[in-house]
């Protein structure tokens, strides 16, 4: 019973962040092209600007060399250290009330050795959960799906190839994005 009370919590906790958005950053997806000439790139770069679907300042091209190309993969930075911080504080509460609610279950319970340590009891089961709750935002924040996209631009500039990041509110924009780039790129990322 405890394991399903605390399932359920850690799920509603789950459904809490995400309706919240605190689990990821801005922008949902980020697609990412790599190009093998500075004309498809360029033309590429053009086709997704005059496309109504994208704001202009989502789309970003990554001549070959960059050494700032980081900062146009992932300008959000700010935004990323905020959006963790606020995460590991929500999950931290809710596993602390959490914590609460399982001491209180087991005070219920009866348990002689509980009943006995009261104070001891809520403590510690509520750092624990606390504990739990701060490693799932964790969890949330590491974000290890953007490795592949940083790793391929990285690699293309470094080689001397051209890239184009879009950086997309929703699954029908990334997948317009992939479509646009398609015919000129070498090879094509994306982010969940």
């Known amino acids: 019973m405890l394991v399903?009370?605390?399932?359920?919590?850690?799920?509603?906790?789950?459904?809490i962040a995400m309706?919240?958005?605190?689990?990821?950053?801005?922008?949902a997806?980020?697609?990412g092209g790599i190009f093998n000439s500075e004309h498809k790139a360029k033309a590429?770069?053009?086709?997704?600007?005059?496309?109504?679907n994208f704001v202009k300042q989502s789309i970003r091209l990554i001549p070959p060399h960059d050494?700032?190309?980081d900062e146009?993969?992932?300008p959000e930075?700010?935004?990323?250290?905020?959006?963790?911080?606020?995460?590991?504080?929500?999950f931290a509460v809710v596993g602390l009330v959490v914590g609460v609610i399982i001491a209180s279950i087991l005070f219920l319970l009866e348990f002689e050795f509980l009943q006995q340590h009261i104070l001891e009891t809520y403590v510690s089961i509520s750092i624990l959960c606390t504990f739990v709750g701060v490693l799932i935002a964790g969890a949330f924040s590491l974000r290890p799906d953007h490795d592949d996209l940083?790793?391929?631009i990285r690699e293309a500039t470094r080689s001397g190839l051209w890239a184009i990041v879009v950086h997309t509110d929703s699954h029908e924009e990334m997948e317009k994005a992939k479509d646009l780039m398609q015919p000129h790129a070498v090879s094509i990322s994306t982010t969940l």
């Open 4 to 15: 399903v009370l605390l399932n359920h919590y850690l799920f509603n906790a789950e459904i």
């Open 19 to 27: 309706k919240a958005n605190i689990s990821s950053g801005d922008k």
């Open 29 to 31: 997806t980020k697609v």
């Open 44 to 52: 590429t770069f053009d086709i997704l600007n005059n496309d109504e």
């Open 67 to 69: 050494q700032h190309y």
């Open 72 to 74: 146009k993969v992932e």
């Open 77 to 90: 930075d700010k935004k990323i250290a905020k959006t963790m911080l606020k995460s590991h504080l929500v």
């Open 150 to 152: 940083i790793n391929n």
